[in-house]
Antibody, heavy 116, light 106 residues
Framework: QVQLVESGGGVVQPGTSLRLSCAASGFSFSTYDMHWVRQAPGKGLEWVAV????????YYSDSVRGRSTISRDNSKNTLSLQMNSLRVEDTAVYYC?????????WGQGTTVTVSS | SYELTQPPSVSVSPGQTATITCSGD??????VCWYQQKPGQSPVQVIYQDTKRPSGIPARFSGSNSGNTATLTISGTQAMDEADYYCQARDSSNVVFGGGTKLTVL
């Protein structure tokens, strides 16, 4: 079945870096755009970034642009999000999601806590 | 930046029809998706491309989009439908979510 499994979350200090990963299975990974979406505790969904199916196009929300890099490895069916200069306000559950149409499959999420 | 506005909360009695709105400038010119999220769970897409239901989503869920407003309608609302609902659209290459609506089934 179609499945997305995130990993890499944890508790980190402000200013540090973290790399999130998402392992995809059950579908043709290289066919679809892939997204990262986050949700701060008790808050709504916030889109973070998208990468096109072949990795050539990448777009970011204003809140992470310049601090984060989305990437994918179609040979390994994996999606990544490198997050640098982390801030307290980056604390959230981070979901990867399969795109087109809309975000039709979501992972279970990985929790990132930024705290001193 | 583009914004989508949803009411924070909507209440409905079991068996009645729940209506959740999502407003944005010329939203009718964009495709809208809707997601359901229950406490402690990941979001689930319930409507895509304004009106289409993914496989496995009950027929009581329907959507529409015209002008500046998209609407999610749940007919014959059940207790299991109590959840947060989010609308979503694309603005250029970006994805935009509404703030979410908490649906309470009283």
């Amino acid at each position: 079945q179609v499945q997305l499994v995130e990993s890499g979350g944890g508790v980190v200090q402000p200013g540090t870096s973290l790399r999130l990963s998402c392992a995809a299975s059950g579908f043709s990974f290289s066919t679809y755009d892939m997204h990262w979406v986050r949700q701060a505790p008790g808050k709504g969904l916030e889109w973070v970034a998208v990468v096109s199916n072949d990795g050539s196009d990448k777009y970011y929300s204003d809140s992470v642009r310049g601090r984060s890099t989305i990437s994918r490895d179609n040979s390994k069916n994996t999606l990544s999000l490198q997050m640098n200069s982390l801030r307290v306000e980056d604390t959230a559950v981070y979901y990867c999601a399969k795109g087109s149409p809309g975000l039709d499959v979501w992972g279970q999420g990985t929790t990132v806590t930024v705290s001193s | 930046s583009y914004e989508l506005t949803q009411p924070p909360s909507v209440s409905v009695s079991p068996g009645q029809t729940a209506t959740i709105t999502c407003s944005g400038d010329k939203l009718g010119d964009k495709y809208v998706c809707w997601y359901q999220q229950k406490p402690g769970q990941s979001p689930v897409q319930v409507i895509y491309q304004d009106t289409k239901r993914p496989s496995g989503i009950p027929a009581r869920f329907s959507g529409s989009n015209s002008g500046n407003t998209a609407t999610l309608t749940i007919s014959g609302t059940q207790a299991m439908d109590e959840a947060d609902y989010y609308c979503q659209a694309r603005d250029s290459s970006n994805v935009v979510f509404g703030g979410g609506t908490k649906l309470t089934v009283l």
